[in-house]
């Protein structure tokens, strides 16, 4: 006798959570099987040193939906708010941005970064409005996708004329000659460069760098730090969806996806099977088609598709243990409570992206740090600290593979380069760890160690994220949907796929 829900989530990412605590409140009977010891994914605070720990993925909130959170009724506590972003110079002569004003630049620049962001904001605003929404169907013919497609028009329209034509134009440019052409300091350059290609697969020469930049900014914008870490984002969604009536189980990977007869009828896991005729997915697309559900249940030309998904991450994660704070001429020890950039220049940006398209890493990397034990003593023991780095660009499939030395030796030139901006930075490591993307698909279950679960290009956006006849959170496979970082509207702490994943399932049952 098997255990029966009306639905299982596979996967207690932050998705997973939002999308099981939905369904409970609607009055489901759910059941949210997890790999890991912890819930969270990606998202969660981890120790890595003796009396240190660290959010161990995402290690900044600044996406996180507020009407996901209001849904759910969860409130998350800051220890840090509104933090500043600072780009770092080797001179000492740092710039100072918040969502409007940078600080530390010409006039003329820090004009042109208010007009900057004002402008971009408007396109961010169309696409804002998408981010909680299935997208529709592309020639369905339904009346519902017709009224959504009609809607969506009417949102770009809003935008006037003027502005309809330049987003349309824009999404598939770079956002290297923007830069270029609105400034003329190379540090404000760096940091809106990093800041647009951060998790993805692409430079900011590469066509489409423009399209991520708004999406970072339709997200979000105020950058902050949970108290405890982003692990503490993903233990309130555990509690409050336990709190709504949901079984959690960590310590339980779903072997496989049980299909009967064309139609998904529940997991197999070692501890037995659990049976439901919906099966929603918080792993990503090409775990669920290839690893738990098998290709054999999908038709050849969707297997295709999901084969060929491009999901190869980028980004290694640095954490430091630290004996004190580094040294750095004009920063106060207070400003390294802020969001800390390491790129001298968009070309800079551009050129540590260069080797990962031939498989090599980056030999002069791009930095954000943050030091969260800076406004939460939980991280570190009292005087001591932790650096936590997103460290760009290392690719996936490193060319010869990662083993220890290849590790090792790029472990060794991030804290090299680090030092060029941050003086005798090593002197005060107590313990290092760093991941690469190899190391973020193990701990994290994501293919390719990949932010996004898949890349966030025109071409695995929206309509087709993560690829065509998927891209409704339904898969073509009766009672299967996808609720993670790969569908709609991509990857960060958002908890938007999880919440439009459950929309839809409840929708389809209210339509029957
Ligand atoms: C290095 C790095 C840094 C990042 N930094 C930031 C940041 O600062 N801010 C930000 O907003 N975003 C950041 N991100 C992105 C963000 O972490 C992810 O986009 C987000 O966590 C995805 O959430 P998710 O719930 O969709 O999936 P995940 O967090 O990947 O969760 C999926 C869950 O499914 C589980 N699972 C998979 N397969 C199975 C199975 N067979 N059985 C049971 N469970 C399974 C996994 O164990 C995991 O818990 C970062 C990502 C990376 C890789």
Same mark, same amino acid.
């Given at each position: 006798?098997?255990?029966?829900?009306?639905?299982?989530?596979?996967?207690?990412?932050?998705?997973?959570?939002?999308?099981?605590?939905?369904?409970?409140?609607?009055?489901?009977?759910?059941?949210?099987? =997890?790999?890991?010891?912890?819930?969270?994914?990606?998202?969660?605070?981890?120790?890595? @040193?003796?009396?240190?720990?660290?959010?161990?993925?995402?290690?900044?909130?600044?996406?996180?939906?507020?009407?996901?959170?209001?849904?759910?009724?969860?409130?998350?506590?800051?220890?840090? =708010?509104?933090?500043?972003?600072?780009?770092?110079?080797?001179?000492? /002569?740092?710039?100072?941005? /918040?969502?409007?004003?940078?600080?530390?630049?010409?006039?003329? /620049?820090?004009?042109?970064?208010?007009?900057?962001?004002?402008?971009?904001?408007?396109?961010?605003?169309?696409?804002?409005?998408?981010?909680?929404?299935?997208?529709?169907?592309?020639?369905?013919?339904?009346?519902?996708?017709?009224?959504?497609?009609?809607?969506?028009?009417?949102?770009?329209?809003?935008?006037?004329?003027?502005?309809?034509?330049?987003?349309?134009?824009?999404?598939?440019?770079?956002?290297?000659?923007?830069?270029?052409?609105?400034?003329?300091?190379?540090?404000?350059?760096?940091?809106?460069?990093? /800041?647009?290609?951060?998790?993805?697969?692409?430079?900011?020469?590469?066509?489409?760098?423009?399209?991520?930049?708004?999406?970072?900014?339709?997200?979000?914008?105020?950058?902050?730090?949970?108290?405890?870490?982003?692990?503490?984002?993903?233990?309130?969604?555990?509690?409050?969806?336990?709190?709504?009536?949901?079984?959690?189980?960590?310590?339980?990977?779903?072997?496989?996806?049980?299909?009967?007869?064309? %139609?998904?009828?529940?997991?197999?896991?070692?501890?037995?099977?659990?049976?439901?005729?919906?099966?929603?997915?918080?792993?990503?697309?090409?775990?669920?088609?290839?690893?738990?559900?098998?290709?054999?249940?999908? =038709?050849?030309?969707?297997?295709? %598709?999901?084969?060929?998904?491009?999901?190869?991450?980028?980004?290694?994660?640095?954490?430091?243990?630290?004996?004190?704070?580094?040294?750095?001429?004009?920063?106060?020890?207070?400003?390294?409570?802020?969001?800390?950039?390491? @790129?001298?220049?968009?070309? @800079?940006?551009?050129?540590?992206?260069?080797?990962?398209?031939?498989?090599?890493?980056?030999?002069?990397?791009?930095?954000?740090?943050?030091?969260?034990?800076?406004?939460?003593?939980?991280?570190?023991?009292?005087?001591?600290?932790?650096?936590?780095?997103?460290?760009?660009?290392?690719?996936?499939?490193?060319?010869?593979?990662?083993?220890?030395?290849?590790? @090792?030796?790029?472990?060794?030139?991030?804290?090299?380069?680090?030092?060029?901006?941050?003086?005798?930075?090593?002197?005060?490591?107590?313990?290092?760890?760093?991941?690469?993307?190899?190391?973020?698909?193990?701990?994290?279950?994501?293919?390719?160690?990949?932010?996004?679960?898949?890349?966030?290009?025109?071409?695995?956006?929206?309509?087709?994220?993560?690829?065509?006849?998927?891209?409704?959170? %339904?898969?073509?496979?009766?009672?299967?949907?996808?609720?993670?970082?790969?569908?709609?509207?991509?990857?960060?702490?958002?908890?938007?796929?999880?919440?439009?994943?459950?929309?839809?399932?409840?929708?389809? =049952?209210?339509?029957?």
């Amino acid at each position: 006798m098997t255990e029966r829900y009306d639905a299982i989530v596979v996967g207690a990412g932050h998705n997973g959570l939002v999308c099981a605590g939905l369904l409970a409140k609607a009055g489901k009977k759910v059941l949210v099987l =997890e790999a890991r010891a912890e819930v969270g994914g990606a998202a969660v605070t981890r120790p890595f @040193a003796d009396g240190f720990s660290v959010s161990a993925g995402a290690h900044l909130l600044h996406q996180l939906q507020p009407r996901v959170m209001k849904a759910l009724g969860v409130r998350i506590p800051l220890k840090s =708010e509104r933090m500043p972003t600072i780009a770092l110079s080797q001179s000492g /002569d740092h710039v100072f941005m /918040d969502e409007q004003t940078a600080v530390g630049v010409s006039d003329q /620049d820090a004009q042109a970064f208010t007009e900057f962001m004002e402008w971009s904001d408007t396109f961010a605003g169309f696409l804002n409005k998408q981010l909680m929404k299935p997208p529709p169907r592309l020639g369905s013919g339904s009346f519902n996708d017709t009224i959504k497609l009609a809607r969506l028009g009417l949102d770009l329209r809003m935008l006037g004329k003027a502005d309809m034509r330049d987003f349309l134009q824009l999404i598939g440019q770079n956002i290297y000659d923007e830069l270029d052409a609105r400034f003329e300091s190379d540090l404000l350059k760096g940091a809106i460069a990093l /800041d647009a290609v951060t998790g993805t697969h692409t430079g900011p020469r590469s066509p489409g760098s423009m399209i991520t930049w708004l999406y970072r900014l339709c997200t979000g914008g105020h950058v902050s730090q949970p108290a405890g870490g982003l692990g503490a984002v993903s233990d309130a969604l555990a509690e409050r969806a336990e709190a709504l009536g949901v079984t959690i189980r960590t310590d339980t990977p779903v072997e496989g996806i049980v299909v009967d007869n064309g %139609r998904v009828v529940g997991v197999d896991t070692a501890a037995g099977r659990f049976s439901s005729w919906k099966v929603i997915s918080n792993a990503d697309p090409k775990t669920t088609v290839f690893g738990l559900v098998g290709a054999r249940h999908f =038709e050849s030309t969707f297997v295709r %598709r999901v084969h060929h998904l491009r999901s190869k991450g980028n980004v290694a994660k640095l954490h430091v243990a630290l004996d004190a704070l580094p040294e750095i001429s004009g920063l106060r020890p207070e400003d390294f409570g802020g969001r800390l950039l390491v @790129a001298a220049s968009a070309e @800079a940006v551009e050129r540590a992206f260069n080797p990962v398209k031939y498989g090599r890493c980056s030999s002069q990397p791009v930095f954000e740090l943050s030091f969260p034990s800076v406004s939460d003593d939980s991280f570190a023991p009292a005087g001591k600290h932790v650096m936590s780095a997103l460290v760009q660009f290392a690719p996936y499939d490193l060319a010869g593979g990662w083993s220890d030395v290849a590790r @090792a030796d790029f472990h060794d030139a991030a804290l090299r380069v680090l030092e060029e901006t941050l003086p005798r930075l090593r002197d005060l490591v107590l313990h290092s760890e760093l991941l690469t993307p190899v190391d973020l698909e193990a701990e994290f279950g994501m293919s390719g160690g990949h932010w996004h679960h898949g890349e966030l290009g025109l071409d695995q956006f929206m309509f087709v994220r993560p690829v065509a006849g998927a891209a409704q959170y %339904r898969m073509p496979l009766e009672g299967l949907y996808l609720c993670g970082a790969g569908t709609h509207p991509g990857g960060g702490v958002t908890g938007a796929p999880g919440y439009n994943a459950a929309q839809v399932i409840l929708e389809r =049952e209210r339509s029957r």
